[in-house]
């Protein structure tokens, strides 16, 4: 009697499940990658799906994901067998959440956008991504070092389209203003040029702390300078962060910091959004300088109303590279630098490793430096780059002693979040030079 | 529940127990009532079934992944067949700085440090929700208990901040606390000195801003639930008090208060159990602040489990979270609200 009850309720719990799991596997038998099994016959349709960062901006223009879609279009009319499906993904999103979710789920897309690095490092060891050492041969030995971030045991498992160093912008006019001649080559000048930017009026450097990264830049730079790069460089594979250098990197930080050569509220500010970040603070003309990667042109030029506008700001910015500290195992002309690339996920059609060969082409990259979004990752393209300013970091590029990628993407995200999250503590008062070193080798412990 | 209980009472029971006496029930009976139980339990299982399988689904199998995700070393992206299982010390690393004296004094710092902070905070806004909200929101709603014209309005005005997206709220409040916002135009303008650093960014100043607007937005809920209670005081009982002398404050404190102190008690418990897990405001508020002077420990776990792939250690957080939501609602279930439910059964 009991029994029977009981077999009645589970045979509806069990209607009730089916129901639920007919909903779920629906999705799961849509083959997503149609040509998977696809040997490169150019006869045979292939869709290529393709996640990458560029989304509309806040005038709702979206320069770079155009440039995409021309990419693909070529691509198709070249190979009209390859069509695409792109999906624009905000940058964030699509690192953070989309992209290690659908590869847990075996479902990636084909191409997706790759930071390299630690999390590349991270993805090849769970089987994620194709190797491109041998298909893209070529294209890997035309783009020569840039493509170091997105190589991990000897194999390349990503091609980048963009990679530059980073450098202080500064407005010539301001530093006209202060009296300052001469571009600082050393920290001892950099800190006079502070001190006479202060008494002018001005406000010396813009940093945009409140975003995290603007201010760990400064940090990265620092242990640039103080570490060697056998350290540097070992201490991707290795997180072993026992010298000395690392912790005098933060005590470097925290007297830059004791100079007061930031804007007020520093923790409080944004690096991009609105006229009060860093970037709107550099392109109002209330602040000389500010540390940034080589996109930050195009940021500055947001905040300039019409061409003329544009073309003047442009014209009134100068760059130099991270200047040299007093002391310091680290070679003063070493630069950081980083830049964006893609790669193809392991089950992905051969088709998608061609694609990438052709983004890193000199036709693609030179079409790519004439947008001036950004300096191309293969040399081939520089040519085309017109801004003197950009030119003068694409030779920089060339002739570092070497250049490091970001240290938050070569330690991937954990070790790279919770450097990081100590650097800004300097910043805020709230950690020490130890404790941003406390926390790397708390977090490389559980990875 | 209340369905099955109340049908359970009708005649599932009942029924057994006559079966029990020493009367013979003729076959027919027998199975008539064969026939209602079935009909009965069909029933129940055509109507919970579905939520079941929602909750099991939904709630369970999260909850209990969330627990065996929190015995591994597990960064999210590998295969979690590849996870090396290292017992409890995620928790350990949390609550202590864990088990390997080599690295304790670094986790004390990054790990463990930040999150009985970010757990202090829960605390705090607890204990700050019964000391100040519970007052505010009573004195608001014994004020407003009376008629008046636009009385609708007002009690509109109220609730609205409730009704508002978090989201919208706090990018609201983000701009009027910038420091180039309202507010710090304001503190000026009457010559007074805005914190160091931006409202959010003040070591002491950054957790009384985001108490000052979960504050904001949680009260109207107060107010509106304590005057629903009001409404249903018997009027006649006020009158009685009145005529005997009883000044309004007597009546508010003697007769009101005590009489909506269910809907009190409820609210308290609502209010409990959204402190420990206060996150949306938070994080939209530059996730817990850039050095996390107002983080709670539910943006820590997201900053730590979604942001720096560490899952096992994320894992491990929000099963303390559970634990600690668990332990605190039983215990006012069983403390607090006890007599509120034994009345109800009573009243039954």
Same mark, same amino acid.
């Given at each position: 009697?009991?029994?029977?009850?009981?077999? @009645?309720?589970?045979?509806?719990? @069990?209607?009730?499940?089916?129901?639920?799991?007919?909903?779920?596997?629906?999705?799961?038998?849509?083959?997503?990658?149609?040509?998977?099994?696809?040997?490169?016959?150019?006869?045979?349709?292939?869709?290529?799906?393709?996640?990458?960062?560029? #989304?509309?901006?806040?005038?709702?223009?979206?320069?770079?994901?155009?440039?995409?879609?021309?990419?693909?279009?070529?691509?198709?009319?070249?190979?009209?067998?390859?069509?695409?499906?792109?999906?624009?993904?905000?940058?964030?999103?699509?690192?953070?959440?989309?992209?290690?979710?659908?590869?847990?789920?075996?479902?990636?897309?084909?191409?997706?956008?790759?930071?390299?690095?630690?999390?590349?490092?991270?993805?090849?060891?769970?089987?994620?991504?194709?190797?491109?050492?041998?298909?893209? @041969?070529?294209?890997?030995?035309?783009?020569?070092?840039?493509?170091?971030?997105?190589?991990?045991?000897?194999?390349?498992?990503?091609?980048?389209?963009?990679?530059?160093?980073?450098?202080?912008?500064?407005?010539?006019?301001?530093?006209?203003?202060?009296?300052?001649?001469?571009?600082?080559?050393?920290?001892?000048?950099?800190?006079?040029?502070?001190?006479?930017?202060?008494? @002018?009026?001005?406000?010396?450097?813009?940093?945009?702390?409140?975003?995290?990264?603007?201010?760990?830049?400064?940090?990265?730079?620092?242990?640039?300078? +103080?570490?060697?790069?056998?350290?540097?460089?070992?201490?991707?594979?290795?997180?072993?962060?026992?010298?000395?250098?690392?912790?005098?990197?933060?005590?470097?930080?925290?007297?830059?910091?004791?100079?007061?050569?930031?804007?007020?509220?520093?923790?409080?500010?944004?690096?991009?959004?609105?006229?009060?970040?860093?970037?709107?603070?550099?392109?109002?003309?209330?602040?000389?300088?500010?540390?940034?990667?080589?996109?930050?042109?195009?940021?500055?030029?947001?905040?300039?109303?019409?061409?003329?506008?544009?073309?003047?700001?442009?014209?009134?910015?100068?760059?130099?590279?991270?200047?040299?500290?007093?002391?310091?195992? %680290?070679?003063?002309?070493?630069?950081?630098? %980083?830049?964006?690339?893609?790669?193809?996920?392991?089950?992905?059609?051969?088709?998608?490793?061609?694609?990438?060969?052709?983004?890193?082409?000199?036709?693609?990259?030179?079409?790519?430096?004439?947008?001036?979004?950004?300096?191309?990752?293969?040399?081939?393209?520089?040519?085309?780059?017109?801004?003197?300013?950009?030119?003068?970091?694409?030779?920089?590029?060339? +002739?570092?002693?070497?250049?490091?990628?970001?240290?938050?993407?070569?330690?991937?995200?954990?070790?790279?979040?919770?450097?990081?999250? %100590?650097?800004?503590?300097?910043?805020?008062?709230?950690?020490?030079?130890?404790?941003? #070193?406390?926390?790397?080798?708390?977090?490389?412990?559980?990875? | 529940?209340?369905?099955?209980?109340?049908?359970?009472?009708?005649?599932?029971? !009942?029924?057994?127990?006559?079966?029990?006496?020493?009367?013979?029930?003729?076959?027919?009976?027998?199975?008539?009532?064969?026939?209602?139980?079935?009909?009965?339990?069909?029933?129940?299982?055509?109507?919970?079934?579905?939520?079941?399988?929602?909750?099991?689904?939904?709630?369970?199998?999260?909850?209990?992944?969330?627990?065996?995700?929190?015995?591994?070393?597990?960064?999210?992206?590998?295969?979690?067949?590849?996870?090396?299982?290292?017992?409890?010390?995620?928790?350990?690393?949390?609550?202590?700085?864990?088990?390997?004296?080599?690295?304790?004094?670094?986790?004390?710092?990054?790990?463990?440090?930040?999150?009985?902070?970010?757990?202090?905070?829960?605390?705090?806004?607890?204990?700050?929700?019964?000391?100040?909200?519970?007052?505010?929101?009573?004195?608001?709603?014994? !004020?407003?208990?009376?008629?008046?014209?636009? =009385?609708?309005?007002?009690?509109?005005?109220?609730?609205?901040?409730?009704?508002?997206?978090?989201?919208?709220?706090?990018?609201?409040?983000?701009?009027?606390?910038?420091?180039?916002?309202?507010?710090?135009?304001?503190?000026?303008?009457?010559?007074?000195?805005?914190?160091?650093?931006?409202?959010?960014?003040?070591?002491?100043?950054?957790?009384?801003?985001?108490?000052?607007?979960?504050?904001?937005?949680?009260?109207?809920?107060?107010?509106?639930?304590?005057?629903?209670?009001?409404?249903?005081?018997?009027?006649?009982?006020?009158?009685?008090?009145?005529?005997?002398?009883?000044?309004?404050?007597?009546?508010?404190?003697?007769?009101?208060?005590?009489?909506?102190?269910?809907?009190?008690?409820?609210?308290?418990?609502?209010?409990?159990?959204?402190?420990?897990?206060?996150?949306?405001?938070?994080? !939209?508020?530059? =996730?817990?602040?850039?050095?996390?002077?107002?983080?709670?420990?539910?943006?820590?776990?997201?900053?730590?489990?979604?942001?720096?792939?560490?899952?096992?250690?994320?894992?491990?957080?929000?099963?303390?979270?559970?634990?600690?939501?668990?332990? !605190?609602?039983?215990?006012?279930?069983?403390?607090?609200? =006890?007599?509120?439910?034994?009345?109800?059964?009573?009243?039954?």
């Amino acid at each position: 009697m009991a029994h029977m009850r009981r077999m @009645a309720a589970l045979a509806a719990i @069990a209607a009730s499940s089916a129901l639920v799991l007919a909903a779920c596997s629906d999705s799961g038998d849509t083959p997503s990658t149609p040509g998977a099994t696809n040997t490169g016959d150019s006869s045979t349709p292939v869709e290529l799906t393709w996640w990458h960062n560029a #989304v509309a901006g806040d005038d709702g223009g979206n320069p770079l994901g155009d440039f995409w879609q021309k990419v693909a279009d070529d691509y198709t009319a070249l190979h009209p067998n390859v069509t695409f499906k792109i999906e624009q993904i905000q940058n964030e999103d699509l690192q953070r959440t989309r992209i290690p979710t659908a590869l847990q789920a075996g479902d990636a897309p084909d191409i997706f956008q790759q930071w390299g690095g630690g999390e590349l490092a991270a993805q090849v060891d769970a089987g994620y991504l194709m190797d491109l050492s041998e298909v893209d @041969a070529d294209a890997i030995a035309k783009l020569g070092g840039a493509v170091a971030p997105w190589q991990y045991q000897d194999k390349t498992y990503g091609i980048p389209f963009q990679f530059g160093v980073e450098g202080v912008w500064y407005r010539k006019s301001l530093f006209d203003q202060a009296g300052i001649t001469a571009e600082p080559t050393t920290m001892d000048e950099l800190n006079a040029d502070v001190a006479k930017l202060k008494s @002018a009026n001005i406000i010396p450097i813009a940093v945009g702390a409140g975003d995290k990264w603007p201010a760990a830049h400064w940090w990265y730079n620092f242990a640039l300078r +103080s570490c060697s790069k056998d350290v540097l460089q070992g201490a991707g594979t290795s997180f072993d962060f026992s010298d000395p250098c690392w912790v005098q990197a933060g005590t470097d930080l925290q007297a830059f910091i004791d100079t007061d050569p930031f804007q007020p509220d520093f923790t409080s500010t944004a690096a991009q959004t609105g006229a009060t970040s860093s970037a709107g603070l550099v392109a109002t003309g209330k602040a000389a300088m500010e540390l940034m990667g080589a996109w930050n042109p195009s940021v500055y030029a947001g905040f300039a109303e019409g061409d003329d506008a544009k073309a003047a700001l442009s014209a009134d910015l100068g760059w130099f590279p991270m200047p040299a500290t007093a002391s310091g195992q %680290g070679d003063p002309s070493a630069a950081l630098g %980083g830049g964006d690339g893609f790669s193809c996920y392991v089950d992905a059609p051969p088709e998608c490793a061609d694609f990438l060969a052709y983004v890193a082409s000199d036709e693609v990259q030179t079409a790519f430096a004439a947008t001036g979004i950004g300096l191309p990752a293969n040399p081939a393209g520089a040519s085309a780059v017109t801004d003197p300013v950009l030119q003068e970091l694409a030779a920089v590029n060339s +002739s570092a002693a070497y250049v490091q990628l970001w240290l938050d993407t070569t330690f991937g995200p954990n070790v790279g979040g919770a450097m990081n999250d %100590g650097i800004v503590g300097i910043f805020g008062g709230t950690t020490t030079p130890q404790g941003v #070193v406390d926390g790397m080798t708390a977090a490389a412990a559980t990875q | 529940m209340t369905t099955m209980e109340t049908s359970g009472m009708g005649r599932g029971p !009942v029924g057994d127990t006559s079966s029990a006496g020493p009367r013979t029930v003729s076959p027919k009976v027998e199975a008539q009532r064969r026939a209602d139980n079935r009909r009965k339990w069909s029933e129940i299982a055509l109507f919970t079934g579905p939520a079941l399988v929602l909750f099991l689904v939904f709630v369970v199998f999260p909850v209990a992944s969330a627990m065996r995700y929190s015995l591994y070393k597990w960064n999210g992206v590998k295969k979690f067949s590849e996870a090396e299982f290292i017992g409890f010390e995620n928790y350990a690393r949390a609550l202590w700085g864990g088990s390997d004296p080599a690295t304790r004094q670094a986790f004390k710092t990054a790990y463990s440090q930040p999150f009985w902070d970010a757990l202090g905070h829960n605390f705090l806004i607890i204990f700050l929700s019964m000391a100040i909200q519970l007052p505010l929101a009573l004195i608001v709603a014994l !004020v407003l208990n009376r008629k008046f014209p636009g =009385r609708s309005f007002v009690r509109v005005v109220i609730f609205a901040p409730y009704v508002i997206s978090e989201v919208i709220a706090g990018v609201m409040w983000f701009i009027i606390f910038d420091p180039q916002g309202i507010a710090t135009h304001f503190v000026e303008a009457i010559g007074l000195h805005p914190p160091e650093g931006g409202w959010f960014e003040d070591q002491t100043w950054g957790f009384w801003t985001v108490f000052f607007i979960v504050t904001w937005k949680y009260l109207g809920l107060a107010i509106i639930l304590f005057l629903a209670g009001l409404s249903g005081v018997q009027q006649e009982l006020q009158e009685a008090a009145s005529i005997d002398g009883a000044s309004w404050w007597q009546v508010q404190w003697r007769i009101n208060v005590p009489l909506i102190g269910p809907t009190i008690r409820i609210w308290a418990f609502l209010s409990i159990i959204g402190s420990i897990q206060l996150f949306d405001m938070v994080w !939209v508020l530059n =996730r817990g602040g850039t050095t996390g002077q107002y983080a709670t420990i539910a943006s820590f776990m997201t900053q730590i489990g979604f942001f720096r792939h560490d899952v096992g250690f994320g894992s491990a957080i929000a099963v303390i979270m559970f634990v600690i939501s668990l332990v !605190v609602a039983t215990a006012y279930m069983l403390t607090v609200l =006890r007599r509120d439910n034994a009345d109800a059964d009573l009243s039954r």
